[in-house]
């Protein structure tokens, strides 16, 4: 199910699943949940003027605020699972795949990155909107070095 509606005073798109946690997922920096913008700014040093956003989602249930989300800019992707953070430049990767379980693999030199937690996989349209940012921004960055 997917619904927009009203979080924190801002839209986002939200889907969904029966017995999973409902994600939210936005194209427009203003529309980051605060709790999550704030989890953000305190984990990493993205300056947001200088790098435009691409896509952005996360859980959005009280309980996990601020401890799972994925944030792909122009120049990289980022993925916190609590307490793990993750950080890929899109100049150094040399795959980008799907697992068997839904998941978006991130592949660099000695480095391979899920960016989902398996036990908190986004329903398929969610995940299928996620790699479909990330691989177009991959190709067209690769297309430019090679």
């Given at each position: ?15 969904k699943?029966?017995?999973?946690p409902?994600y ?22 993205v ?6 956003l ?41 795959g980008v795949?799907?697992?068997y ?46």
């Open positions: 199910m997917r619904l927009r509606r009203r979080v924190e005073g801002m839209m986002v798109e939200t889907y699943t029966f017995l999973g409902a939210f997922f936005t194209t427009d920096l203003s529309e980051i949940p605060v709790h999550t913008r704030k989890a953000i700014e305190t984990k990493v040093a300056d947001f003027s200088g790098e435009r691409l896509a952005a989602c996360g859980i959005d249930r009280f309980a996990s605020r601020g401890n799972f989300w994925v944030v792909v800019t122009e120049d990289r992707v980022l993925s916190f699972k609590s307490p793990s953070l993750q950080q890929n430049f899109f100049s150094d990767l040399t795949e799907r697992a379980t839904g998941d978006i693999m991130l592949q660099s030199p000695g480095n391979k990155s899920n960016l989902f937690s398996a036990m908190l996989m986004p329903k398929k349209e969610l995940a299928d909107r996620m790699f479909l940012v990330i691989q177009a921004r991959w190709l067209a960055v690769r297309g430019r070095s090679g």
